[in-house]
């Protein structure tokens, strides 16, 4: 028998809503394929704040490098939004992902058949896209020193931040964007804004450098972000993979997310050169909608097929669970980000119930 340590980090918000059902999804196809979780709950965020005092507790961060993988859902809140930096959640989610030292983040971006009228934008513009969002996650702005407030010599004051990136940060995310895009269509897009910043001059170059010597086969493309951010709602499906630094790959995942629906549904994967790997939905805590049984569960119940697939290396599993969320699309079950006429409103709780059973009934889709 398989037998894998999962730690659980519900954090704040919706979060404890919508793990719970990708937990119950997990259980479900573990015992169909014969597999044994041991999962483990920990503090981390706004929760761990209130609970232990700091928003990663040492004893979380080792929990988390002790297992197979961990599987997270959301932090942050109204509550802690005025808090020093010591005491934000967001520090102890980046603390997190420097702790592991996940920097290679993919954001897969596909919009489903059902939900091609969900997006916003034309159904021909969005259905059939496919793209795969490499972003950089433990380096640039979001870790520059020096960073910090001041008052300058007018007794202004200031506040300043770094977008720093070192050459082996660079080519270590180039190498697994170009593993990506050989394994996908073969097109690689940098995105950067080396028209303005040396950290993309410097960026770019690597980036191509790489691409020269070690993936000749790997077609490359350069675009400034401003641009990729439009092209992006323009005509999505030019891009096949996407690479790019922490900030920007943040934002163009986010306008990505519209392309799907909602962005309750884009899972994702984080992962280091060894060590367990972090699995998240790309969005928030929602505080909008906490505790109100209203956030669709799709973005974390892929997240943990994400964990089954890329961290456990559990294809099957991970299959069986896409193709239940498949099939309870397919129902007409909608959360209300996702709700449209003809469809069927339902909760987090109750779409969790719908995938139960149609997991029963399910074979993968491949
Ligand atoms: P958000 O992603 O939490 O919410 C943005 C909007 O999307 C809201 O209207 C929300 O209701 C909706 N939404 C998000 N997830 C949803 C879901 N699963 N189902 C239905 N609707 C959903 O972003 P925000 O409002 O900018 O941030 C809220 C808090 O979350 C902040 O404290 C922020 O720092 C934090 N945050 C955390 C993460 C993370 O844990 N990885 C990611 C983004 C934001
Ligand atoms: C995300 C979030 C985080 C980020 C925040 C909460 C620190 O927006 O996971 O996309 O900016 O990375
Ligand atoms: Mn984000």
């Not at 939004?81 to 971006?109: I, Q």
């Not at 994967?269 to 699995?279: H, Q």
């Not at 892929?302 to 964990?307: D, E, T």
Request: negative net charge.
């Amino acid at each position: 028998e398989r037998s894998y340590k999962v730690t659980l980090l519900p954090g704040d918000g919706i979060g404890p809503e919508i793990l719970s059902v990708a937990v119950d999804v997990m259980r479900a196809v573990a015992e169909r394929e014969g597999i044994k979780f041991e999962f483990t709950e920990k503090l981390v965020g706004g929760a761990a704040v209130d609970g232990a005092g700091v928003p990663l507790p040492d004893d979380t961060l080792a929990t988390c490098r002790a297992s197979d993988a961990v599987l997270l859902a959301s932090i942050g809140g109204y509550k802690w939004d005025s808090n020093p930096p010591h005491l934000k959640p967001e520090t102890g989610l980046l603390g997190l992902r420097a702790g592991l030292g996940v920097f290679a983040n993919l954001r897969p971006v596909t919009v489903l058949p059902q939900l091609a009228d969900a997006s916003p934008l034309k159904r021909e513009v969005a259905e059939g896209v496919d793209i795969m969002v490499v972003r950089e996650l433990i380096g640039g702005i979001y870790f520059g020193e020096p960073r910090g407030f001041g008052v300058n010599e007018s007794g202004h004051r200031y506040a300043y931040n770094n977008m720093v990136y070192s050459t082996p940060e660079i080519d270590r995310i180039a190498r697994v964007a170009f593993e990506t895009a050989r394994k996908r269509q073969g097109r690689l897009c940098s995105v950067d804004k080396a028209n303005v910043l040396q950290v993309s001059q410097l960026w770019r170059e690597r980036v191509t450098a790489i691409g020269k010597e070690e993936y000749p086969d790997v077609e490359l493309s350069h675009m400034y972000v401003d641009n990729a951010a439009m092209q992006l709602v323009r005509n999505p499906k030019q891009f096949d993979t996407i690479v790019t630094g922490n900030l920007f790959g943040d934002i163009l995942s986010d306008i990505s997310a519209q392309l799907s629906g909602s962005i309750g549904m884009l899972p994702s994967s984080s992962m280091s050169e060894s060590g367990p790997g972090l699995f998240e939905p790309i969005h928030g805590s929602a505080p909008d909608i906490a505790g109100q049984d209203k956030a669709n569960p799709l973005a974390q119940v892929l997240s943990a097929a994400m964990l089954l697939k890329y961290g456990l290396g559990e294809t099957k599993a991970a299959e069986l669970i896409e193709a239940a969320v498949s099939a309870a699309l397919d129902k007409g079950y909608r959360t209300g980000d996702l709700m449209s006429s003809g469809k069927t409103l339902v909760g987090c709780k109750k779409m969790g119930e719908i995938l139960l059973e149609t997991l029963e009934t399910t074979s993968p889709v491949t």
